[in-house]
């Protein structure tokens, strides 16, 4: 038996060229494609290029698709390379039956009827009837020439044309409710014609097969657009308009640019943007999002500049975030507010649509903004956008990739932290427990070392501290992220925070040895020495937590005195409104470490220190 044509595409599209070739052929990126050396001749430059669908030696001429590929370089036959990618790809070869050879036969004559609808709805256009939809399409600022190219068309404004005319090829009326044309009536009726009084625009496979329709209505008549209903040919939910033109300009080196409808394709491909595609009325599926990464590596998803756009780009996202990996991924375009790409290029040109496409963001970039819109600046507003963010970057299943994603979402939501004004009741001072003010301890009477020495040996401090007491790390987590510190320091930092949100239990020998095998080992070497000067005591391992938090914020306060005052009022604030032990704690320590910088000391080691010089 024949293999069906639409079970091939199937198992083409759901099997990856490079990963297949790969597993014979050392490959290496270039731009969108891969390359190599041929495994069918011996060469010692590359020539064997892969792509998304195929692949070409320029060296013998060998070339293929993967089922080809299998065939060749494993000795198969044609239906036992099938058999193995399909099993690989999770799908079952058809069998060999009567009620298979009649589906494929019916798939085969709905293609005709596709083609025959599409060719009398180009005819239609051009008539005398046609007249008002052609002159539609022209007032939109297409040429004719766009016109050819997209088959647009229209329907006839009455029902029962398309039967008559397609009857004449012998289609009958069952034929054309099951092509998705016509449909059924719920009172008993007649089938009538899905599509009258409208624009056609043909919706065709990543081969160029029309597979169904979807028709602009002229007038004020409701629903605007209508698609074509799921059928043998059509799966709504896979396909993208443009599919097919954009497959070949993405092999030119287009950008593959996802927008929101069929208007903005024709007009950006007009425009010479031929990468352009869309979904058809609904947002993008899992299942497209798997096409345009076919396509490209990072395709561009750009949406309108309205809410409902914006809302949209987040479901995206969100969608797209757990099929992220180093190798495939997203950048966000956004448009200017009210516009969307048709009218965009209509205003500006090409050169105003690149400016938008050289904007767009990658997507940790563009998450944050689209997740961060509206959230006010309550500690309970932004501890959710934190839990969301978190999330969101938990959900990427490529662990070192969800990592970085992470960071880089804590980063944006750390910089946009708002400075918090000073309230009346940040003079904290502490008091026994009868009452009487508590004295702060003594603070660093060691002078401090010349000005380019102390940067680096504040931070290194701060490091230190964290190194023997990474149990502090939550509590100072955003101070620390934000601090402008030298670049050993800062690699060490961002380690030893990643460290602290993927454990459960925050170590010192721990996390030491987490960074050791990081390939930190110098760097925890540097940190934890007694040169150029020696540690405090609150960065000893024997120091008391409280000796240690105080001893953090101190050297935090030497760095940025005014970060330090606004997190001493967020304290009195949270104090003051929970009076629990854990808010208590910090407010002292933070209180602690201002006064001790009030007063001038500005040395390393006043807190039980250390009496070397």
Same mark, same amino acid.
């Not at 300009?249 to 929101?260: L, M, S």
């Given at each position: 038996?024949?293999?069906?044509?639409?079970?091939?595409?199937?198992?083409?599209?759901?099997?990856?060229?490079?990963?297949?070739?790969?597993?014979?052929?050392?490959?290496?990126?270039?731009?969108?494609?891969?390359?190599?050396?041929?495994?069918?001749?011996?060469?010692?430059?590359?020539?064997?290029?892969?792509?998304?669908?195929?692949?070409?030696?320029?060296?013998?001429?060998?070339?293929?698709?993967?089922?080809?590929?299998?065939?060749?370089?494993?000795?198969?036959?044609?239906?036992?390379?099938?058999?193995?990618?399909?099993?690989?790809?999770?799908?079952?070869?058809?069998?060999?039956?009567?009620?298979?050879?009649?589906?494929?036969?019916?798939?085969?004559?709905?293609?005709?009827?596709?083609?025959?609808?599409?060719?009398?709805?180009?005819?239609?256009?051009?008539?005398?009837?046609?007249?008002?939809?052609?002159?539609?399409?022209?007032?939109?600022?297409?040429?004719?020439?766009?016109?050819?190219?997209?088959?647009?068309?229209?329907?006839?404004?009455?029902?029962?044309?398309?039967?008559?005319?397609?009857?004449?090829?012998?289609?009958?009326?069952?034929?054309?409710?099951?092509?998705?044309?016509?449909?059924?009536?719920?009172?008993?009726?007649?089938?009538?014609?899905?599509?009258?009084?409208?624009?056609?625009?043909?919706?065709?496979?990543?081969?160029?097969?029309?597979?169904?329709?979807?028709?602009?209505?002229?007038?004020?008549?409701?629903?605007?657009?209508?698609?074509?209903?799921?059928?043998? &040919?059509?799966?709504?939910?896979?396909?993208?308009?443009?599919?097919?033109?954009?497959?070949?300009?993405?092999?030119?080196?287009?950008?593959?640019?996802?927008?929101?409808?069929?208007?903005?394709?024709?007009?950006?491909?007009?425009?010479?943007?031929?990468?352009?595609?869309?979904?058809?009325?609904?947002?993008?599926?899992?299942?497209?999002?798997?096409?345009?990464?076919?396509?490209?590596?990072?395709?561009?998803?750009?949406?309108?500049?309205?809410?409902?756009?914006?809302?949209?780009?987040?479901?995206?996202?969100?969608?797209?975030?757990?099929?992220?990996?180093?190798?495939?991924?997203?950048? &966000?375009?956004?448009?200017?507010?009210?516009?969307?790409?048709?009218?965009?290029?209509?205003?500006?040109?090409?050169?105003?649509?690149?400016?938008?496409?050289?904007?767009?963001?990658?997507?940790?970039?563009?998450?944050?903004?689209?997740?961060?819109?509206?959230?006010?600046?309550?500690?309970?507003?932004?501890?959710?956008?934190?839990?969301?963010?978190?999330?969101?970057?938990?959900?990427?299943?490529?662990?070192?990739?969800?990592?970085?994603?992470?960071?880089?979402?804590?980063?944006?939501?750390?910089?946009?932290?708002?400075?918090?004004?000073?309230?009346?009741?940040?003079?904290?001072?502490?008091?026994?427990?009868?009452?009487?003010?508590?004295?702060?301890?003594?603070?660093?009477?060691?002078?401090?070392?010349?000005?380019?020495?102390?940067?680096?040996?504040?931070?290194?401090?701060?490091?230190?501290?964290?190194?023997?007491?990474?149990?502090?790390?939550?509590?100072?987590?955003?101070?620390?992220?934000?601090?402008?510190?030298?670049?050993?320091?800062?690699?060490?930092?961002?380690?030893?925070?990643?460290?602290?949100?993927?454990?459960?239990?925050?170590?010192?020998?721990?996390?030491?040895?987490?960074?050791?095998?990081?390939?930190?080992?110098?760097?925890?070497?540097?940190?934890?020495?007694?040169?150029?000067?020696?540690?405090?005591?609150?960065?000893?391992?024997?120091?008391?937590?409280?000796?240690?938090?105080?001893?953090?914020?101190?050297?935090?306060?030497?760095?940025?005195?005014?970060?330090?005052?606004?997190?001493?009022?967020?304290?009195?604030?949270?104090?003051?409104?929970?009076?629990?032990?854990?808010?208590?704690?910090?407010?002292?320590?933070?209180?602690?470490?201002?006064?001790?910088?009030?007063?001038?000391?500005?040395?390393?080691?006043?807190?039980?220190?250390?009496?070397?010089?």
């Amino acid at each position: 038996m024949r293999l069906p044509d639409g079970f091939l595409d199937e198992l083409r599209a759901r099997t990856p060229l490079a990963a297949v070739i790969g597993r014979r052929v050392k490959l290496s990126r270039s731009g969108r494609n891969w390359k190599g050396c041929c495994p069918f001749h011996n060469e010692k430059s590359p020539s064997f290029y892969v792509y998304e669908d195929g692949y070409h030696c320029f060296g013998c001429g060998e070339h293929g698709d993967a089922v080809g590929f299998v065939m060749k370089s494993q000795g198969l036959q044609f239906r036992e390379a099938v058999e193995l990618l399909s099993g690989e790809a999770g799908m079952d070869v058809p069998k060999a039956s009567p009620a298979a050879a009649e589906a494929e036969q019916q798939r085969e004559g709905l293609q005709g009827v596709m083609e025959a609808a599409a060719s009398l709805y180009q005819r239609l256009l051009h008539t005398q009837s046609g007249a008002r939809g052609l002159d539609y399409l022209l007032g939109r600022g297409l040429s004719r020439q766009t016109i050819t190219r997209f088959g647009l068309g229209w329907s006839g404004e009455g029902r029962g044309l398309l039967a008559a005319e397609l009857a004449t090829q012998r289609v009958d009326v069952a034929t054309l409710v099951e092509a998705g044309l016509m449909r059924e009536s719920d009172d008993g009726r007649a089938p009538y014609d899905l599509f009258f009084n409208r624009v056609m625009f043909p919706i065709r496979d990543r081969r160029g097969r029309v597979i169904s329709f979807g028709g602009r209505i002229l007038g004020d008549g409701q629903p605007k657009y209508v698609n074509g209903p799921e059928s043998p &040919l059509f799966s709504k939910r896979r396909t993208l308009y443009g599919l097919d033109l954009a497959r070949e300009a993405a092999r030119q080196g287009a950008a593959i640019v996802a927008v929101e409808g069929y208007m903005d394709v024709i007009a950006l491909h007009q425009a010479g943007f031929a990468g352009a595609v869309a979904p058809l009325g609904t947002a993008l599926t899992e299942d497209q999002l798997a096409e345009l990464w076919r396509l490209s590596p990072v395709p561009i998803l750009c949406f309108d500049g309205d809410a409902a756009g914006q809302r949209a780009a987040l479901r995206v996202a969100e969608l797209a975030m757990p099929q992220l990996t180093p190798e495939r991924s997203l950048r &966000l375009a956004r448009l200017p507010p009210g516009e969307d790409p048709d009218t965009l290029v209509k205003a500006k040109g090409q050169a105003g649509f690149q400016a938008v496409l050289d904007a767009a963001a990658p997507i940790s970039t563009a998450l944050y903004g689209l997740m961060a819109e509206g959230v006010g600046t309550t500690p309970e507003a932004r501890a959710g956008l934190r839990t969301r963010l978190e999330g969101a970057a938990n959900s990427v299943e490529d662990k070192p990739l969800s990592s970085e994603i992470r960071r880089a979402l804590l980063d944006q939501f750390y910089a946009s932290r708002p400075q918090t004004p000073r309230p009346a009741n940040a003079n904290f001072q502490r008091r026994d427990r009868f009452g009487a003010p508590i004295k702060p301890p003594p603070a660093f009477i060691r002078p401090t070392p010349g000005a380019a020495l102390a940067t680096g040996e504040r931070g290194r401090m701060l490091v230190a501290i964290l190194l023997r007491h990474p149990h502090l790390l939550p509590e100072v987590e955003e101070a620390f992220a934000n601090l402008d510190l030298p670049g050993d320091w800062a690699e060490l930092r961002s380690a030893m925070l990643h460290f602290s949100a993927s454990s459960e239990v925050l170590d010192s020998q721990a996390l030491i040895t987490h960074l050791q095998h990081s390939g930190l080992a110098t760097q925890v070497g540097q940190a934890l020495s007694a040169v150029p000067v020696p540690l405090p005591a609150c960065a000893a391992e024997a120091a008391m937590p409280a000796e240690a938090a105080t001893g953090w914020w101190h050297f935090f306060g030497l760095m940025n005195p005014g970060r330090l005052e606004a997190e001493v009022a967020q304290a009195s604030e949270a104090f003051a409104n929970n009076a629990d032990a854990a808010s208590q704690r910090r407010l002292i320590a933070l209180c602690s470490a201002r006064d001790a910088l009030r007063g001038g000391r500005t040395g390393w080691d006043e807190i039980g220190g250390d009496d070397q010089p």
